[in-house]
């Protein structure tokens, strides 16, 4: 299998139904309800002059913007329903069409396990070429968020480098959330219209998209605003993502929490088209309930996993693509939480179809980078991705002619029907099927299984190397903004 | 007959409830109750009972939280009594706590408030986005034993360094103590930038604040 191969979900057999028609309609009128009378708070003084501008009630002292549902409504009429996210090799570009679901690295960690020492320790720029030419290689992860922070890189142009080192080691899309002030976003901008091959080439295959946190509840950073519009008025598509959590950031209600969130996510989306009428925008969260008793954000738990299949019916009924974020756990290291929590996430969100899903490789609330956590998120996307095709009812598929040959008693192993259709059947890499004895000798599990498959990618995969010249660019603009 | 008031008073701040903290303030206030002994009898029995309580995972943060606004409110209440008999509650030292310059992460900073006060901590929580000088000023301000910085981001945790090294320069440590916290913060990095101490969560930040001034055994 070349490399070039990218694992998606698409045309989906099962179905699920977690809010009905009238429950989506109330979130949505309770939203319209929220950003007109309790109002939400943009500390930005572009973004709020974009809202006086059309007509919105504007607090400029406390940065608090008031819109009847009729402008939220028309505004979010703009947004392009369908698009694709570019990558720096055409052949890899995402279709954003409500019929793909596309995995990618997690991102901005903190901490990465060594792959060779299996200690922990702070993340530096290596690590993000070395994820990165990982991801390269691997057919599940379609695209990358910028997965750890590249702290041995001088704070201004920190997003800049990981960047610059995510595209130099592979050709699939990169999506960054480390990029909330003006001067990055400018310079981010620039980087990847050299790369497109110019500002209209930019527009038809991005090869960067940008996620912005909101900030919960019911607000948003001045930065990540202003970096927004930036990256919105260049044709990059461009997310606001809610993490308003029940009980701290959101209501302790489940629905409160979703409308809180909706109300942060399409105030933001509106802003973006108000500014930039039909810019590529995206619907992103990531809600979760916080621990009752410490206040603590990890993601994982039933109300992540309803959270997780509910969003993407409020993205659906605006019609603009979603960025969710499943395989969040509070796991500490690979185990049977990281196992639980990432297997019922990635599948609640998968079977409604969100397009993107945010991602693979962590632990302890999105904070510790694991080799061998992401080969195995791998594997239960891959599991999933089987699981999602259902199962086909035809002729051949009922094999009555098989069935015949065999009759009562015998086997099957012995049918042509067998070897025509035996490599649909799943294939784990990790899951142990072994004897028993043979476990007892060796002692080892999916961890190392896994953990050794990354280090042979390391070993053995050389990206596409990235045209020299861009790279001397890249330096230049980065050098540029460090200057500043 | 005042017995029963105290009780009521625990009562109250078990129950999260501002108003009736307040009224029974007031009430302590016409009954002639001395100030000090309505809080050290009466409202912080409560407090100490929420507090056990969430200690041993049987309350959960919302009572933490109510309970510690009703001590408020009722301190408040009381608060121009002691003044008028020139006597003052003893706590267990000012904090100032606040998210440094550029980052808004709120929740936990707010957490590791909350647990100080319940702890007896005299807190003035300055928000998120703090600069530098807000921060050093707010503390030679209300004179304070311990400045708390919050950063969740490897962009920000230098500011706590900031802030230390200028508080060096103007010569005011180790008068005030300085901890930090936060998703990116290690212990290595607390020894690096000259921190008085780090904890990685709000229990540990109580533990941590005690030991600064010197009160580890309360
Ligand atoms: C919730 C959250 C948010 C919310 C915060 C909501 C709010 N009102 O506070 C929102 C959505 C706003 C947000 C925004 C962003 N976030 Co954020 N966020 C988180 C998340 C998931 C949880 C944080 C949290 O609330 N935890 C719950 C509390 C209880 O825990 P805590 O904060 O760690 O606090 C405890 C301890 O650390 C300690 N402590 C904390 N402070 C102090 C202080 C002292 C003195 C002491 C002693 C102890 C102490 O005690 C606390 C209580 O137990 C973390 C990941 C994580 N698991 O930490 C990312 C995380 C911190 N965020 C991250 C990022 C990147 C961002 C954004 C830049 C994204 C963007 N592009 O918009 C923006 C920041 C913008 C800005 N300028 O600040 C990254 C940072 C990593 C990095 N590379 O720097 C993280 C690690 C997630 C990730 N991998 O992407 N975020």
Known sequence: ?484 | MSDELFKQMAQSIIDGDSDLSTELAQKSIEMNIPPLDAITKGFVIGVNYIGDQFGAGEAFLPELVMAGEAMKAAVATLEPELLKLGEARETMGRVVLATVEGDIHEIGKTLVGTMLSASGFEVTDLGVDQPADKIIGKALEINASIIGMSALLTTTMVRQREVIEEMDKEGLRPKIKVMVGGAPITREWATKIKADGYSEDAVGAVKLAKELVGKADV
């Not at chain 1, 319209?32 to 309790?38: D, F, G, K, M, P």
């Not at chain 1, 940008?210 to 927004?228: E, K, R, Y």
């Not at chain 1, 399409?266 to 990531?286: K, S």
């Not at chain 1, 990206?463 to 001397?472: A, Q």
């Open chain 1, 1 to 484: 299998m070349s490399h070039k191969t990218i694992k998606t979900i698409s045309d989906p057999k099962l179905k699920l139904e977690v809010l009905t028609k009238e429950e989506v309609q109330k979130i949505h009128e309770a939203t319209l309800h929220i950003i007109e009378n309790v109002g939400v708070r943009f500390p930005s003084k572009r973004a709020l002059e974009v809202w006086q501008a059309n007509g919105a009630q504007v607090d400029f002292e406390k940065k608090i913007v008031r819109a009847k549902p009729q402008l939220i409504e028309d505004a979010l009429k703009k947004c392009p329903p369908k698009y694709d996210l570019g990558a720096r090799d055409p052949q890899q570009n995402l279709p954003l069409d409500g019929n793909h679901v596309c995995l990618g690295t997690d991102g901005c960690g903190v901490e990465i396990i060594d792959i060779d020492t299996r200690k922990k320790r702070t993340s530096v720029l290596q690590d993000v070429r070395d994820i990165a030419r990982v991801a390269d290689a691997t057919p599940e992860v379609a695209f990358h968020w910028v997965p750890l922070s590249a702290q041995d890189t001088p704070v201004e142009a920190r997003g800049l480098h990981e960047l610059q080192a995510v595209w130099e080691n592979s050709t699939k899309h990169v999506q960054t959330e480390s990029i909330y002030n003006v001067h990055e976003a400018k310079a981010a901008v620039e980087m990847a219209g050299i790369l497109a091959g110019g500002k209209e080439e930019l527009r038809k295959r991005p090869v960067l998209s940008l996620m912005q946190c909101t900030a919960p509840p019911l607000g948003h950073d001045g930065g990540s605003l202003d970096a927004a519009l930036i990256a919105a008025e260049a044709g990059i598509p461009t997310g606001f993502m809610t993490m308003s959590a029940c009980l701290t950031t959101g209501p302790a209600t489940m629905a409160g929490t979703l409308a809180v969130g909706n109300a942060e996510v399409i105030a933001a989306t509106a802003l973006l088209q108000l500014a930039y009428p039909g810019a590529p925008v995206f619907y992103a969260a990531a809600q979760t309930a916080s621990d009752p008793r410490l206040g603590v954000y990890t993601g994982g738990g039933p109300e992540d996993f309803l959270f997780g299949a509910a969003t993407n019916v409020l993205a659906d009924f605006y019609n603009i693509p979603l960025s969710m974020g499943s395989f969040a756990t509070g796991a500490k290291e690979p185990n049977w939480q990281a196992g639980l929590e990432g297997s019922l996430s990635t599948f609640m969100a998968s079977v409604v179809m969100s397009d993107m899903l945010l991602g693979v490789g962590f632990l302890h609330g999105s904070r510790i980078w694991s080799y061998a956590e992401m080969m195995m998120d791998c594997e239960i996307f891959s599991i999933i991705h089987k699981m999602m095709q259902g199962i086909v009812v035809n002729e051949e598929t009922l094999a009555l002619d098989a069935i015949a040959a065999v009759g009562p008693g015998g086997h099957y192993l012995a049918q042509k029907h067998s070897r025509n259709h035996m490599r649909e059947i799943f294939l784990p890499k990790f899951l142990d099927r072994r004897p028993y004895t043979q476990w007892e000798e060796k002692g080892d599990d999916a961890r190392d299984w896994a953990l050794e498959k990354a280090r042979k990618i390391l070993k053995e995969h050389q990206p596409d190397p990235l045209d020299e010249k861009i790279g001397s660019e890249f330096e230049r603009i980065i050098k540029s903004v460090e200057k500043q």
